[in-house]
């Protein structure tokens, strides 16, 4: 018998002793998604449904990402709350694919002989402008004709213009009402519920054009058709519409070479969770339903890729583009006969669209005014150009305009007011540009708004962390400066300079590299002994400016570099929460007792990340990391130089979780309920 209690009591002892208690990391984390992505559920049987889907969404995530054959990642987006029944039926549409009948408008072009393209293609800074999100609405057919036409005047004109899709949704939708314009396309698109590309193409080279986002805004609904805008492009009818049937990859390169752009239709079932690297996946085997359009070509991570831009918006994807597997017929047991997700099956080009001239506006930065007296302020600003007439205007405190003043600015682009008024001080201003002519359309007008402050700009400072130097006679010598040693209040980009403290120009042994902020040279005999008073200087756009100087010397003894100790760790950052790590003094040693001081990059030589900072006099690391960095590591050196321009690194991984697991979990629950169960053992024991 008490064999049997002594048994049970050490059973007891190690349960109690080695019980962690569970955590709800997955709770955790549909609060952080509901909160990153605005999600309100009317019901709690609702909510329930979809933290069911989500859970079922991040276990498939696991197992994907998890799996080394997987060439791509899985990702929690705005679509995780979805089952898939829903997505296809709000995001996919339910006709891309047209029959023979209702394509005979549409002329199918000559395949021309192919000439030069070249081996990679990536028109995403130039022929497209940022990313568009379709909204709960099945409109990717509208996206994929405008950016068509986007594309195509940038490859004509070299303007990047934002059309409307609003305008293609409702003008060939089945049943728009009033101001509908008749055309061959009648009740033969669904608006929301599905269109085609080819439709909106030809309804915009007959009878449409495209007009500015500007005028006509996305609702993503479908809505009465408005024809009262000006049109900013029209297809060009005296050319055909090109689009081709189970093109080439090699005809595709030459379209996306010639003209910027490519709209395709593609099967999108398995896309909505798609986070990053190259798509290969067996779900998209089935009919299109999925307007796109291709950006480009070219290879990653070994792998040959289409990019491709998508209309679910900039958090989808890698920053709303994908990266499709390119020359892949069969993967996983499935065949295409027209390449994955069938992206070689139909697509469209345009060779000319600009009907109507379009003139740039000037781009307008750095704008400020800061009052001179109680009754008098001074704005200021810079522009691209001198082609452009300006305009300033005051206004009351709910923006009703009380009085404006054209101003033309100075050739080299610097432009600047005074204005007399009642009160300077809360005065609200804005500039915008204008060109006063009927031969153009106004596209790019830009206006930025201010409020007279006290002061225009706040000069940058010296925060610390630049030290004196030891450079040893025909050694080479590197010295780099942190970049946090200045700030700036207004987040100005600083520009750095050096010279002598009496403002002649450095050793001629020694360069200064101010993107780099470093210094670097070799010293020779003739140099011994000499100590130069180096300034550094900072400035920032306004040219206001801090400035620090540093000795260095120059001798010929031997230095001694410094040494590492080994106590950097392995680092856990919750997200949403401030993470500060502080180094240990004993981090770093030098034998020469020289001052060191400190800089951090990731392993590869790059800047931290972005909420990350690493504050070098205090040799501490800070920040907050966003949901987006769940689950990244980050392999981040410490780098210390003596004055001698000597440097050893320390590394250590910081990962990015929803808990830190690497302290300890509190136990002191776990000693009362322990001393408890042992005395009703020993009560049991002595039977008492």
């Known amino acids: 018998m008490k064999q049997s209690f002594l048994i049970l009591l050490l059973i007891l002892v190690v349960g109690i002793f080695s019980y962690q208690p569970l955590t709800s990391d997955h709770e955790v984390e549909f609060s952080v998604f509901l909160d990153k992505f605005g999600k309100d559920y009317k019901a709690k049987e609702e909510l329930d449904f979809r933290k069911q889907i989500f859970q079922q969404r991040l276990n498939e995530l696991h197992e994907h990402n998890s799996n080394p054959k997987n060439t791509w990642k899985k990702e929690i987006n705005h679509f995780s709350d979805l089952t898939d029944e829903e997505f296809n039926a709000i995001y996919l549409s339910k006709h891309t694919k047209i029959d023979d009948e209702r394509i005979k408008p549409l002329k199918q072009k000559e395949i021309k002989p192919l000439k030069s393209y070249p081996t990679t293609l990536d028109n995403r800074d130039t022929h497209f402008v940022d990313i568009k999100d379709q909204g709960q609405c099945g409109s990717c057919w509208t996206f994929a004709s ?133 798509y290969q996946s067996s779900d998209c085997s089935g009919n299109t339903n999925h307007a796109v359009a291709l950006s480009g070509y070219g290879t990653k991570d070994g792998e040959n890729v289409w990019i491709l831009r998508n209309s679910w918006g900039s958090g989808w994807g890698e920053n709303g583009y994908m990266y499709l597997a390119r020359g892949i017929s069969s993967y996983d047991g499935v065949t295409w006969n027209d390449g994955m997700c069938h992206v070689r099956e139909r697509y469209s080009y345009l060779q000319k669209t600009l009907t109507t001239p379009l003139e740039q506006m000037d781009d307008i930065t750095g704008f400020s005014c800061a009052y001179d007296s109680s009754t008098q302020f001074t704005c200021e600003w810079t522009v691209t150009g001198d082609d452009s007439t300006y305009k300033i205007y005051w206004y009351t405190d709910d923006k009703e305009e009380t009085s404006s003043e054209s101003v033309s600015c100075q050739s080299s682009g610097k432009c600047s007011v005074t204005k007399t008024v009642s009160q300077a001080e809360g005065t609200n201003v804005a500039v915008r540009n204008f060109i006063e002519t009927s031969n153009y359309l106004q596209y790019g007008q830009m206006t930025q708004w201010v409020t007279v402050s006290e002061t225009g700009n706040n000069s940058p400072t010296y925060e610390g962390g630049i030290v004196d130097q030891n450079a040893a006679c025909d050694q ?213």
């Open 146 to 278: 405008t950016t068509l036409v986007e594309s195509s005047l940038y490859n004509q004109n070299g303007i990047l213009v934002e059309l409307s899709e609003e305008q293609v949704l409702d003008c060939t939708y089945k049943d728009p009402g009033d101001g509908y314009v008749s055309n061959p396309w009648d009740n033969w698109d669904d608006g929301c519920d599905g269109g085609n590309v080819y439709h909106s193409l030809t309804l915009n080279r007959d009878y449409l054009g495209a007009v500015s986002m500007k005028d006509y805004p996305y609702v993503g609904s479908d809505g009465t058709c408005d024809t009262g805008f000006t049109k900013l492009a029209t297809v060009n009818s005296a050319d055909p519409l090109s689009y081709v049937d189970s093109g080439t990859e090699s005809q595709i390169k030459q379209a996306l070479y010639d003209y910027g752009g490519v709209a395709i239709v593609v099967n999108a079932n398995g896309w909505s969770s798609y986070g990053s690297g190259v």
């Open 476 to 688: 080479s010598f590197t010295y780099t400066f942190a970049a946090d040693c200045f700030s700036d209040q207004d987040g100005d980009t600083l520009t750095y300079s050096s010279t002598q403290n009496d403002g002649s120009e450095l050793p001629s042994w020694l360069t200064f590299d101010a993107s780099a902020r470093k210094f670097s040279g070799t010293p020779s005999e003739s140099e011994k002994d000499i100590v130069y008073t180096i300034k550094v200087i900072a400035k920032d756009s306004y040219d206001d400016q801090a400035s620090v100087t540093f000795k260095l010397s120059v001798n010929g003894e031997n230095n001694n570099p410094p040494t590492y100790e080994g106590c950097l760790v392995e680092k856990i950052a919750v997200v949403n929460r401030t993470f500060t790590y502080v180094l240990e003094d004993n981090c770093f040693d030098d034998e020469d007792d020289d001052e060191l001081s400190y800089t951090s990059t990731l392993d590869d030589g790059t800047d931290l990340p972005d909420w990350l900072i690493f504050l070098s006099s205090e040799k501490t690391f800070n920040g907050t990391a966003p949901d987006e960095e769940l689950y990244n590591d980050y392999s981040i050196q410490v780098h210390a130089q003596d004055p001698s321009g000597e440097t050893v690194t320390g590394d250590f991984t910081l990962k990015i979780r929803l808990t830190d697991t690497s302290s300890t979990s509190d136990s002191s629950f776990t000693k009362p309920l322990f001393l408890t169960l042992f005395i009703l053992l020993l009560l049991v024991w002595f039977e008492i």
